[in-house]
């Protein structure tokens, strides 16, 4: 079973919930088996959660949005921006959904998709995305390069890698975007925005 995989496969839907408090914003969320990090914010997406830069008018586009974490924090940040998440699992986009609606966000939809072709044409303010690692390299390469088509004019790719994988990423975003910080860090991941200047 892969939580990249569209329809992940197990014996019995073991549903929880849990409650966590991310800068500052007291969230309730629904997790299962079959979508990443199924008993806890795992420390890649607590990180960025904890460091993305969202203005309040912002349209955010979560790639990758698993339960949701990090695109219903982005809504909150944003109250007269738009969130789009986007999963290609569909256990994901339910459990998004249902997350969503709990945490009483009205300014985020889910979608189903592979990568952005769930947002065809239609460019953000921001990327944000802890991408799925064991995917493999060429899949996240897409999703940083293709990421460029949908970002507005200065729009920023905002994502969170694990430390041992950073070089990789790295060389990745600076041979695609004109502007690429390392803004945060913690024991196991690393946070990066990527910016085009055009």
């Given at each position: 079973m892969h939580y990249y995989d569209k329809e992940p496969t197990f014996k019995e839907l073991r549903v929880r919930k849990i409650r966590t408090v991310i800068r500052g914003i007291p969230l309730t969320l629904v997790l299962a088996p079959g979508v990443f990090s199924s008993e806890h914010v795992d420390e890649g997406t607590r990180l960025l959660a904890e460091n993305m830069v969202i203005m309040s008018d912002w349209d955010i586009l979560d790639m990758g949005c698993g339960y949701g974490v990090l695109g219903i924090v982005a809504a909150k940040l944003a109250p007269k921006g738009k969130v789009v998440?986007?999963?290609?699992?569909?256990?994901?986009?339910?459990?998004?959904?249902?997350?969503?609606?709990i945490n009483s966000v009205s300014n985020a939809e889910v979608r189903w998709g592979d990568l952005y072709n769930a947002v065809a044409g239609e460019r953000f303010n921001t990327v944000i995305s802890n991408p799925p690692i064991t995917a493999g390299?060429?899949?996240?390469r897409k999703l940083i390069i293709d990421a460029r088509e949908h970002l507005r004019p200065g729009g920023l790719l905002q994502i969170v890698v694990p430390k041992k994988?950073?070089?990789?990423?790295?060389?990745i975003l600076f041979e695609n975007y004109d502007v690429v910080e390392r803004v945060a860090k913690s024991g196991s991941h690393v946070v990066f925005i990527a910016k085009l200047m055009r």
């Open positions: 998440m986007v999963d290609i699992n569909k256990l994901a986009v339910k459990l998004a959904m249902m997350n969503t609606r390299l060429e899949l996240n994988l950073r070089s990789r990423f790295e060389e």
